[in-house]
C-alpha cells in the first residue's frame, strides 16, 4: 500500500510534555501539508512542506509548534509543552506537486493530552 | 477571508434515494473544488474534483460547480447506507492566486436509512 502513512496513530502525552508526529508522503509525492481537527469541526490547515522547505506556515501556531521535512525520512510535527488545548486528530495529506490539485489524506493521529 | 460553508446537517434520506449536499464558496479566485468523504473517527478520503462549470459524474456521483453563482454540489445517486458519513466540500485557489492550500467547509453528516 503506497498510501500515506502517519505514525503513530494515537499519542498520549500529559500537559508539559512533546509530542512528535510523523508523515510519510505518499509514493511519488513531495509535498505534504498537515492539519488540525477538533472534534464536530473542520480541518483548519497548519502548515504546508516541500523537502527540507517550510512554503507556508500561516496556519500554525507561532509558538509551542514546528514542522519539518527533511532530505531524507518523514516529514516531523512537534509540539512541545502540550496543553489540553492540542488535544485534537492531526491529519497529514500529500500531493505530487504545488500545482497538482489533489490531497490525499493519511489515517491521522489522535493525540490526547491529560 | 476565504470561507467554505455548508449546511452541517444531519441530512437523512432513505436508501436508494437522491442525496444532494451543497457548499458556497466565497473567495471569487477558487480554481478547484473538491469533494472528500469523512467517516467517523477515520480521515477525510477524496472521491471528487471538479475545476470546471458544470457536471462531472463518476460513477454514482455528481459533482457541479457554477463559479458564477459560486457554488458546488455533490449528488449521490442510489444511496446506501453505508454513504452515511460526513461529506467536507474544499475549495482552492490556482497558481495565480497565489496559494495552494484548499479552505474546508466543516462538513455536512449524511445518513442514509434502509
Known amino acids: 500500500n503506497a498510501g500515506v502513512m502517519q505514525n503513530p496513530r494515537h499519542l498520549v502525552r500529559r500537559r508539559g510534555q512533546e509530542a512528535r508526529l510523523r508523515c510519510s508522503p505518499m509514493?511519488?509525492?513531495?509535498?505534504v501539508y498537515w492539519y488540525r481537527q477538533l472534534p464536530e469541526e473542520g480541518l483548519k490547515f497548519m502548515v504546508y512542506?516541500?523537502?527540507?522547505?517550510?512554503?507556508?506556515e500561516s496556519g500554525m501556531p507561532k509558538e509551542r509548534f514546528s514542522a519539518e521535512f527533511p532530505k531524507e525520512g518523514p516529514s516531523i510535527l512537534r509540539i512541545q509543552q502540550v496543553v489540553r488545548g492540542d488535544s485534537a486528530a492531526y491529519f497529514c495529506a500529500s500531493s505530487v506537486g504545488q500545482t497538482s490539485y489533489e490531497q490525499y489524506f493519511g489515517p491521522g493521529t489522535r493525540l490526547t493530552v491529560t | 477571508q476565504k470561507e467554505v460553508e455548508q449546511n452541517s446537517g444531519p441530512l437523512s434520506v432513505p436508501e436508494g434515494a437522491i442525496a444532494s449536499l451543497n457548499c458556497t464558496y466565497s473567495?471569487?479566485?477558487?480554481?478547484?473544488f473538491f469533494w472528500y468523504r469523512q467517516y467517523s473517527g477515520k480521515s477525510p478520503e477524496l472521491i471528487m474534483s471538479i475545476y470546471s462549470n458544470g457536471d462531472k459524474e463518476d460513477g454514482r456521483f455528481t459533482a457541479q460547480l457554477n463559479k458564477a453563482s459560486q457554488y458546488v454540489s455533490l449528488l449521490i445517486r442510489d444511496s446506501q447506507p453505508s454513504d452515511s458519513a460526513t461529506y467536507l466540500c474544499a475549495a482552492r485557489r490556482g497558481a495565480s492566486g497565489g496559494s495552494y492550500i484548499p479552505t474546508f467547509g466543516r462538513g455536512t453528516s449524511l445518513i442514509v436509512h434502509p
Open positions: 473567495d471569487r479566485v477558487s480554481q478547484s
Open positions: 512542506l516541500q523537502k527540507e522547505n517550510i512554503i507556508d
Open positions: 509514493k511519488g509525492h513531495s509535498h
